[in-house]
């Protein structure tokens, strides 16, 4: 099955630095890929859909020069987040569509975040 | 209203028995459900998805979707302590490629 690979898998990082994380769709192309955030005890957020080659769209309230997000090639996207303040610990978890939009939504295993 | 609702639970069943989770939706435009278990600390694992009215059965589990009532459901039967997890129910609503979680039910399978 479609896999999609999601690095690293925690990172601690300090305020004011920048984190970058990985995405990759392993044995598919996938023309879009998800971003979303998970509080603790909550369910998952959307905050972008990243399309190939183009620009990134942001779910409302999501600020989009502080979550960077490119998706140069078919297999990879890249979530930065600048500038990191301690409110921005949290999971986040790519996702990938292999297909069309009913079929294959597979998730990265997952990034824990923590800024100190 | 939310868009995707869901028991927040906790629901504790013992082992052996039938566990029900439940969740409505209120675009009636959604087209494609899901369901997804979630370990603590893990990310989402796809264990059914439903596109069309009735029952969907996959070995332990059943979903069942009820597009009139905006309402899909999983059955897990013969629940074991490992399917102790969250369950997070999903909706794309067909135009737009993203699902739509609700905000899970977490469930205790007691030994």
């Known amino acids: 099955g479609a896999v999609v690979s999601q690095h690293p898998s925690w990172v601690i990082c300090k305020s004011g630095t920048s984190v970058k994380i990985e995405c990759r769709s392993l044995?598919?192309?996938?023309?879009?890929m998800f971003w979303y955030r998970q509080f603790p005890k909550q369910s998952l957020m959307l905050m972008a859909t990243?399309?190939?080659?183009?620009?990134?769209?942001?779910e409302q309230g999501v600020e989009k020069d502080k979550f960077l997000i490119n998706h140069a090639s078919l297999t990879l996207s890249t979530l930065t987040v600048t500038s990191a303040h301690p409110e921005d610990s949290s999971f986040y978890i790519c996702?990938?569509?292999?297909?069309?939009?009913?079929?294959?939504?597979?998730f990265g295993s997952g990034t824990r975040l923590t800024v100190v | 209203q939310k868009e995707v609702e869901q028991n927040s639970g906790p629901l504790s069943v013992p082992e052996g028995a039938i566990a029900s989770l439940n969740c409505t939706y209120s675009d009636r435009g959604s087209q494609s459900f899901f369901w997804y278990r979630q370990y603590s600390g893990k990310s989402p694992e796809l264990i059914m998805s439903i596109y069309s009215n009735g029952d969907k059965e996959d070995g332990r589990f059943t979903a069942q979707l009820n597009k009139a009532s905006q309402y899909v459901s999983l059955l897990i039967r013969d629940s074991q302590p490992s399917d102790s997890a969250t369950y997070l129910c999903a909706v794309n609503k067909g135009s737009a490629r993203q699902l739509t979680f609700g905000s899970g039910t977490q469930l205790t399978v007691l030994p």
């Open positions: 044995d598919f192309q996938a023309t879009t």
């Open positions: 990243s399309n190939e080659g183009s620009k990134a769209t942001y």
């Open positions: 996702s990938a569509i292999e297909g069309g939009a009913n079929y294959g939504y597979t």
